[in-house]
């Protein structure tokens, strides 16, 4: 890679910043495409967030992703944010289009984008979805969003509670729900679903022990997708896989939201392969879920 005096850039801004895979993947894509980009990644201290967004202005940076914990608080430094983004308080794409900041979110529409990507339409589908962090907000509002109808179990069932709640005016006909994250509530919604999503941390790194929901629960045929994607073979993957289930890790929605990023800074549509390909080598793993 050639670094010019033409060279635009581009980068993530986070606390910690260090274990991101995304100036990996998002390298190996200006590469394929022989582009005169580079990203790079910014160590941003929450107390430096307003000078950081400055600097993304005066530096003429050509766009940031924001990862944990700035993706609400960026909100304020921006010209304008897309509704979906405004509505889940998540911002991880700024675009500077001629010194004007433009905040999106492409967690869900990655989200969506991959779980097609893999499994074909599923627009109007039933979906559980396991937690009510950030991560279960953009999932939850972009499945909405194509018509899904959607219930939330959360281990602190009022913060499912509240996230069904901001979710009500934008739901229409299909009112999500809200359940404890329990036996019982879980067997009972899970055999009408034909979707279940894990964003909940359970299986993470470093407790890969963990899973989110009794495995015996799982039936031939759902589709699960699990948000983890370290290890990227999680134990719900696993289960999932040998129970006749339809997996999917995190890594993809990982790769697709960066890949909506990309598009959004430059015009172009990058190769996915190619950004997987990276990511995955960060593991030191040429293996993982295929799905
Ligand atoms: P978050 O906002 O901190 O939410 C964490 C969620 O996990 C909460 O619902 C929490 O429940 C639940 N939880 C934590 N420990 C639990 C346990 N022992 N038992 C049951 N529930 C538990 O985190 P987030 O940003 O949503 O991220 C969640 C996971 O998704 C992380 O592993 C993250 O790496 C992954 N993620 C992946 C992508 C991707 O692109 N693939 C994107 C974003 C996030 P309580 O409310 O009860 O605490």
Known sequence: MNVLGTTRVLGVIGHPVSHSLSPAMHNAAIRALNIDYVYVPFHVLPENLGSAIGGVRSLEIAGINVTIPHK??????LDEVDDHALAIRSVNTVTNSDGRLRGDSTDG????RSAEAAWGRIDGCRALILGAGGSAKAVAFALAGIGCEIVV???????????????????GGRKPRAVELE??????????????????????????????????????????????YNPLRTRLIEEAESRGAKAV?????????GA???????????????????????????????A
């Open 153 to 171: 179990a959360n281990r602190t069932y009022q913060r499912a509670v509240e996230l069904v709640e901001a979710m009500n005016p934008a739901a």
């Open 249 to 257: 890790s995190g890594l993809k929605m990982l790769v697709y939201q």
């Open 109 to 112: 529409p990655g989200f969506i």
């Open 260 to 290: 909506l990023s990309f598009e959004m800074w430059t015009g172009i549509e990058p190769p996915v392969d190619v950004m997987e390909q990276a990511a995955r080598a960060c593991f030191g793993a040429k293996t993982g879920p295929e």
């Open 183 to 228: 036996r019982d509530a879980l067997a009972a919604e899970i055999a009408g679903s034909d979707l279940l999503v894990n964003t909940t941390s359970v299986g993470m790194h470093p407790d890969t022990g963990g899973i989110p929901l009794p495995t015996d629960l799982i039936r031939p045929g759902l589709l699960v997708y699990d948000l983890v």
């Open 72 to 77: 609400e608080r960026v909100i304020e430094y």
